[in-house]
């Protein structure tokens, strides 16, 4: 049964550059951690031994199925296509998750399953979905998916997600660490809203944009290249005894990370 890796990514900066509704909209570098990857398939829920007609995610997950991304992302793409075949797959099949990404972390771990799957189906149903069909499906599931489901290895983000384009640059080897701190995006967006809110000008987005994430990484601090640090350390004081000199913070946490040093 084929494989399918669903990456993880981080945000080497993230800015905020205004609101929009209940969003933020942000200017933000992701890049993909080419080491760190959940790995999905489907299997036939003959040979697992499940004759349940219903929707099956076989994995370690500390949500319910109907609270999974990978779940979502089945609902909305069956509500976009009003695809038989995709339903009657998912009666036959479960997707089987062999999860390393770990959740609350920033690392876009539930984003990336919900993309990998989008594909995944786009695939072995043959819909003929195109990239920006499939991340506008993924968009309503979540504002990381469009950028998994792209697949760049580095990308400037913004809008609240869905403007993917890819930046080209080498592509950094990253030590990545998530203290056991569970974090709540919208917690974070808030608290950021209430107490921070300072959007980046079109000038300052614009340099940032054009700069290599090697160089973003040597020139700004943690705070700096982070819009969401300050209160996610506002919100969850804990962070502070996690936190390690010379380490970036990626999306709204609670993931650190630094470029690998190279061995001698
Ligand atoms: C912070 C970032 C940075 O990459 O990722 P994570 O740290 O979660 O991985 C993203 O902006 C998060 O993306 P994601 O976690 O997919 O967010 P969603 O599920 O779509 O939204 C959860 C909630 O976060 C807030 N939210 C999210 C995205 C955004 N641009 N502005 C927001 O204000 C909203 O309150 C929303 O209801
Ligand atoms: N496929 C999934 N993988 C991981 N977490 C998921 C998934 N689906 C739903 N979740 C839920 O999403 C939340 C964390 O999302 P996740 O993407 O792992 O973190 P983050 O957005 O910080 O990168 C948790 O509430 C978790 O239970």
Known sequence: MKKYKAFSKVNVFLKISGKRGNYHEIVSRFM???DLFDELSFVSKE???T?????????DFACKTEENTIYKAYKALKSATNSEALEKLMQTHAVMVEKNIPAFAGLGGGSSDAATYLKMCNEVLHLGLSLNELAAIGL???AD???FIYGYASANVSGIGEVVEAYDEELL???VFTPDVKIATPKVYSAYRENFYEPIDGFATQKLKETPSKEILQSMSAKEANDLFAPALQEYKELKEHYRQG???SGSGSSFFKVKEKEA
């Not at 004759?51 to 994995?59: D, M, Q, Y």
């Open 247 to 249: 380490y970036f913070f």
């Open 140 to 142: 309503q599931v979540g």
């Open 51 to 59: 004759n349940s007609n219903e929707f099956g995610i076989i994995g």
């Open 47 to 49: 040979k697992v031994g």
């Open 173 to 175: 080897d990253f030590e």
């Open 145 to 147: 998916v469009p950028f």
């Open 32 to 34: 993909r951690v080419n």
